[in-house]
């Protein structure tokens, strides 16, 4: 495979909330998307950057796996997100290079994105997702 | 501060010989640059990948930041660098506004870049350096 670019970066906050304030005030950024991801228990806010978007997390729920990694780690960066085109195929060729995958297929992520993440334990430690945008194409 | 672009990402690793053929088979970039940084007691690995590069370190003494932090927490994302213009303003801004210095003033880093860390404690966990590329504008 061969990413285009770093899509984002995902980063693991107590609350968006308070830590929106930096990014704009302090980094100069604007958070332009404040929205809820139900299924990964997760309320995220997004700054653009050039190529690649911050995403803060903010867990909604202690089980989910954002209050897990902070109840461990505390706050920090939680992953990083790569752009591929042809996701299923990328998870194939990771899955035939040994990886271990989380996700066996891809499924929607924040923003309406194709996402799959691939385990930490065979990326060294970096929990990595690879994620296409199928709808811009489709607009394109 | 308004920065230009994320100029890296930093992964902490165990050995960047273990992992670059993660980085170059798997997720198809290419090592471009292996260098020590005896300062800051890592060796470091760097793929680039559109705006953005990865960079790999390898901790060189146990004592060394990169050493500790992987003692701490295992291998993983270790900071987010972003590119500035006036870094030496920016540092001052940053401060003024109540963050938490680690550098007071610029120094060189890897690929002879000045750069200078905030303090993770009023980044919301982030360990987060500002980078300007001095000598490439001397070169424009």
Redesign the interface.
Known sequence: ??????EH?G????SIA??IP?YE?????KCYNIEEVAEQKVKTAFFM????KIELLESTDPEGPVGKFIEK?????H??A?AVDGLEERLR??EE?G?RLIDQAPRTGAEGLSIAFLH?K?????LTELCEDKKSKINK
Chains 1, 2 share one sequence.
């Not at 495979?1 to 770093?6: D, F, Q, R, S, V």
Request: hydrophobic share 50%; proline share 5%; net charge negative.
């Open positions: 495979m061969k990413p285009t670019h770093i970066i980063i693991a906050v107590n308070d830590a930096f005030n302090v980094l100069g950024l950057l050039g190529q690649t780690r505390g706050e920090g960066i992953h990083i790569f060729e990771a290079a990886v930490p065979s990326t060294f430690g970096v």
